[in-house]
C-alpha cells in the first residue's frame, strides 16, 4: 500500500509496532514524512541516567513531550519533569498524575504560575530575576512548602547554544535573590544550564565551583543543585566521552565542593531522547545535475536545528526498502516549503545517484525534531510510529 502516511496510519499509530525502518517502507512507502521511535533504545538511555547520574534524574520534557516518549521514561523509572508551559503541564499529569513537576522556565506569565500551582499541584518554580520572585510569592503567598530554583549563569563556554544570552542571574544577582528568598522563608535551590550540546563535561565542573561560591556568598543552604541539561549526543564528527565521564566529573566536583551534603538533580532532554527517534523523509525532487535535493521534510518540519547549529545527523538511504551502502556524495537538502531558509546548513554526505523515492532517515531526530515541527505552507509534521529495533547508523 502507498500513500499518505497520516491517512493510512492515524487510526492505529498508537501501540503497533513494526520491526524496523525496512518493515515500515516495505509495507507502506510512506510519501509523508514518518518518526520512528524505539523503546527500547530510551528506556536503555533512561536507565544509564538513573544508574550513573549521581542524583535525581528529572526528563526536560520541551525535548519531546510525545505521550509515548512520556510513557516509556515513566515506566523506566522517571517520575520527575522539566516543563515549560501549561499544555506541557497538562500533557505530563495526563500519563503520569503524581509526577513531580518543576516550572523551570524562568520566565512565566503570573496566570501560567496560578493555574500551575492552584489546579496542577506544582511546588517547584525557576527564577532569575527580583520580578519573577514577586509574581511566585503574590500566588503561592506564604507558602513555605514551594521550592524556589535560582538559576545563574557564567560566561558562555563549550556548548552548541548559549543559553545565558536569554537565562540566568549573574552571580552577585544570584545571592541577592537566594537571601531574598530565604528571607521569605521558603524552600530553595540553585541551577545552571550550561548550554544544550555541552561537549566538555569540566564546564559542568566550574558551574559547580561558581555554585558553591555563591551558596558560601549568600550563607543559605539549599536543599538540592540542579545542573540542568547540557548532555550532548554524540552526532557525526563529534569525539566526546562517553556519558559515564560527565558523571563522573559531576560527582567529584560536587563531593568536592559541597562534600555530598546538596543532593543534585539534571534534567536531560536531548541527551536523554535523541538517539530514540529517527525521520523517515523522501526524495520528491532532485535537481542541479543531482546535487540538490527536495525531501517532503525540512527546516520548518522536524529539521529545524539543522538550520541553526552545525550539527552533522547520521543518515541512511533506501530505496524500495533496501539500505542503500553509505555515500559521501555532496548534495545540498532543501525542505519542501517555498521558502528559501527552507534548507539544511550544512550539505549532506549520501550516495549517488539519489532518486526521487528513496527514503532518508536522520539518525538522533529525537530531541527538538517533532517537537519544534510546524505546519508551515500547509505541510503537517510527521507521523509517529513505533519500530522494535532503530536503525544502527554506525
Ligand atoms: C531549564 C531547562 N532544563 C533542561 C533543558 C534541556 O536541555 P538539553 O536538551 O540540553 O538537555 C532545557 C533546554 O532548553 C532547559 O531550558
Known amino acids: 500500500m502507498t500513500g499518505s ?89 495526563n500519563i503520569h498524575p503524581r509526577a513531580r513537576l518543576h516550572f523551570n522556565n524562568p520566565v512565566k506569565a503570573v496566570e501560567a504560575i496560578a493555574e500551575a500551582y492552584r489546579q496542577h499541584g506544582v511546588r517547584s518554580f525557576a527564577l532569575d530575576e527580583f520580578s519573577e520572585l514577586e509574581k511566585i510569592q503574590s500566588v503561592t503567598s506564604n507558602d513555605h512548602g514551594v521550592l524556589y530554583t535560582v538559576r545563574f549563569k557564567l560566561a558562555h563556554d563549550g556548548a552548541a547554544y548559549d543559553f545565558g544570552s536569554k537565562f540566568g542571574a549573574e552571580p552577585d544577582k544570584a545571592v541577592a535573590l537566594l537571601q531574598a528568598v530565604a528571607a521569605g522563608g521558603a524552600r530553595i535551590a540553585l541551577t545552571f544550564h550550561p548550554g544544550s550540546q555541552c561537549t566538555d563535561p569540566a564546564v559542568y565542573g566550574r558551574y559547580l565551583e561558581a555554585a558553591a561560591d555563591i551558596v558560601a556568598r549568600a550563607g543559605v543552604t539549599p536543599e538540592l543543585i540542579n545542573i540542568g541539561g547540557g548532555f550532548p549526543e554524540y552526532y557525526l564528527d563529534t569525539a566526546l566521552p562517553p556519558l559515564e565521564q560527565y558523571f563522573q566529573a559531576i560527582a567529584r566536583t560536587s563531593q568536592r565542593c559541597f562534600a555530598g551534603n546538596i543532593p543534585l538533580m539534571c534534567e536531560p532532554g536531548r541527551g536523554m531522547v535523541a538517539a530514540a527517534v529517527s525521520l523517515l523523509a523522501r526524495v520528491i525532487h532532485v535537481r542541479d545535475c543531482g546535487r540538490s535535493l527536495f525531501l517532503n521534510d525540512g527546516v520548518y518540519g522536524g529539521m529545524l536545528e539543522q538550520s541553526v547549529v552545525d550539527l552533522r545527523f547520521p543518515a541512511q538511504v533506501w530505496r524500495e526498502g533496501r539500505p542503500l551502502p553509505p555515500g559521501s556524495a555532496s548534495y545540498q537538502v532543501f525542505g519542501p516549503t517555498c521558502d528559501p531558509i527552507d534548507r539544511l546548513l550544512r550539505p549532506a554526505a549520501l550516495p549517488d545517484h539519489m532518486q526521487v523515492g528513496d527514503h532518508v532517515e536522520f539518525g538522533l531526530l529525537g530531541a527538538y525534531g517533532s517537537a519544534t515541527a510546524t505546519s508551515f505552507n500547509g505541510f503537517q509534521p510527521g507521523t509517529y510510529l513505533n519500530v522494535l529495533r532503530g536503525t544502527d547508523f554506525g
Open 5 to 93: 502516511i497520516s491517512t493510512v496510519f492515524q487510526a492505529r499509530a498508537g501501540d503497533y509496532v513494526y520491526r524496523d525502518a525496512s518493515a515500515v517502507i516495505r509495507q507502506f512507502r510512506p510519501h509523508d514524512p514518518v518518526y520512528l521511535f524505539c523503546a527500547d533504545r530510551l528506556a536503555q538511555r533512561a536507565g544509564q541516567f538513573l544508574r550513573g547520574f549521581p542524583g535525581t534524574v528529572s526528563y526536560a520534557v520541551k525535548a519531546n513531550p510525545e505521550a509515548r516518549v512520556l510513557r516509556t521514561l515513566v515506566a523506566a523509572g522517571i517520575s520527575h519533569f522539566d516543563v515549560a508551559s501549561l499544555p506541557e503541564i497538562r500533557r505530563v499529569l
